[in-house]
């Protein structure tokens, strides 16, 4: 069974803090992406990687960096969190069009 | 970059057949086109994908017209449990999503 686990289901950070969310792949995918998702907003695409040690700005990559140093493993890393950085973040990892998303890390930041 | 353009939401009752349309007027040749579903506090699913005509599998049907400006997801026979968030997305070398039709499928 494929997977693509994310390193926690909920995240409570206080404001300013450096946080890491990581998502592992099972299925040695080229592409990996991190998402947020807000209500009414749908998913927006923050980062993604084709490759390791690549990666490619999404729509709204400003606050955060990504790694990818291994191909199971994309760190999505939020530098300075602040607190409209609270949302549903969503990891996926692909090898052509379809993709295989993670349960999602709710993270909020206080 | 293909952006997608679909209804907001739709409704629809038990047992009928719901179509769903996204428009994508600057595809590029090498792109496919995607459809998923989400449910709520769960990731996006992948359902069908095509490039041209038409696909089917278990869940669904995808339409593609020869001008590949548009696409439409066909589920026949809904269910309750078909009431969700569908998402139509235009796949090169990224994935975007958009907001999504929500469907309710009601009684």
């Known amino acids: 069974d494929v997977k693509v686990t994310q390193s926690s289901r909920y995240l409570v950070k206080r404001t300013g803090e450096k946080v890491f969310l990581e998502c592992v792949q099972d299925m040695d995918h080229e592409n990996m992406f991190w998402y947020r998702q807000d209500p009414g907003l749908g998913l927006r695409l923050i980062y993604f990687?084709?490759?390791?040690?690549?990666?490619e700005k999404g729509d709204i990559p400003e606050g955060y960096s990504v790694s990818r140093e291994k191909k199971e493993r994309f760190s999505l890393i939020l530098e300075s969190a602040s607190t409209n950085q609270t949302s549903m973040y969503l990891c996926?990892?692909?090898?052509?069009?379809?993709?295989?998303f993670g349960q999602g890390t709710r993270l909020t930041v206080v | 970059l293909a952006k997608t353009t679909q209804p907001i939401s739709m409704d629809s009752y038990e047992g009928q057949e719901v179509n769903i349309t996204c428009s994508h007027n600057n595809i590029a040749t090498n792109d496919y086109i995607t459809w998923y579903q989400q449910f709520p506090s769960q990731g996006p699913r992948f359902i069908i994908q095509?490039?041209?005509t038409k696909v089917t599998n278990e869940v669904a049907s995808l339409f593609i017209p020869a001008d590949r400006k548009s696409s439409t997801l066909s589920l026949p026979r809904v269910s309750l449990s078909d009431t969700a968030v569908y998402y139509c997305?235009?796949?090169?070398?990224?994935?975007?999503f958009g907001a999504g039709t929500r469907l309710t499928v009601k009684p």
């Open positions: 997305l235009v796949v090169g070398n990224d994935m975007r």
């Open positions: 996926a990892s692909s090898s052509g069009a379809e993709a295989f």
């Open positions: 990687s084709y490759d390791v040690k690549m990666k």
């Open positions: 095509g490039y041209k």
